[in-house]
């Protein structure tokens, strides 16, 4: 269970944190690119995926987006607590920018604080509902709850929405035999 929690906590961390850096093509939604995901190999995925986290990072305001890089670093150099401060700003300066909760949410996760990384969880999906790394995130808080049929669940609408993120496939497959279904 232990080797369970550690990688699911990197699985969530990576998730939750991850911004690309190239830019979406002229004119390109992001309805198009989650269109685009369904059909897409594995290595246009993981471009449209880049595409996709590098649009929801952008807040319309410099320095919000300044405040949730910030918050990202601190997060990456282990002062969470500085991170915490970092995303809360960004949260009082545009409370309907979901990459602030959703970092947020890991920056509390990796604390322990399983409350308020499940509230800032639960606003970027109300902002977000895409939000595929925070519903991972969910995810594998569930599973550290006991509640797998629950997590099973969401890991099948991500994969739904999101069909190429290796860790939910795998998450599938094992809680699926967990739970007694066969492999596929």
């Given amino acids: 269970m232990a080797t369970i929690k550690h990688s699911g906590k990197c699985i969530v961390a990576a998730g939750l944190m991850s911004v ?4 979406p093509l002229y ?3 992001v309805d198009d690119m989650f269109a685009a995901l369904q059909s897409a190999n594995s290595e246009e995925a ?21 405040l949730l890089q910030r918050g990202e670093e601190a997060i990456d150099n282990g002062n969470l607590p500085a991170a915490v401060e970092h995303l809360t700003a960004a949260i009082d300066h545009a409370p309907q ?4 909760y959703n970092a947020r949410a890991t920056a509390y996760y990796l604390q322990g604080y399983y409350g308020p990384a499940l509230d800032d969880i639960r606003q970027t999906l109300v902002l977000n509902p895409r939000h595929f790394y925070a519903m991972a995130g969910f995810a594998v808080m569930l599973e550290e709850f006991g509640r797998q049929e629950e997590a099973l669940e969401l890991y099948r609408q991500i994969d739904s929405i ?3 993120l290796p860790e939910v ?5 094992r809680l699926d035999l967990l739970l007694g279904g066969e492999p596929l």
């Fill in 20 to 23: 690309g850096f190239s830019l």
């Fill in 97 to 100: 920018f979901a990459a602030a």
């Fill in 46 to 66: 993981a471009r449209i995926q880049e595409r996709i986290i590098n649009d929801w990072a952008k807040s319309g305001s410099p320095s919000v987006d300044l």
């Fill in 169 to 173: 496939d795998s998450s599938i497959v």
């Fill in 27 to 29: 004119g390109e939604s």
């Fill in 162 to 164: 999101h069909p190429h």
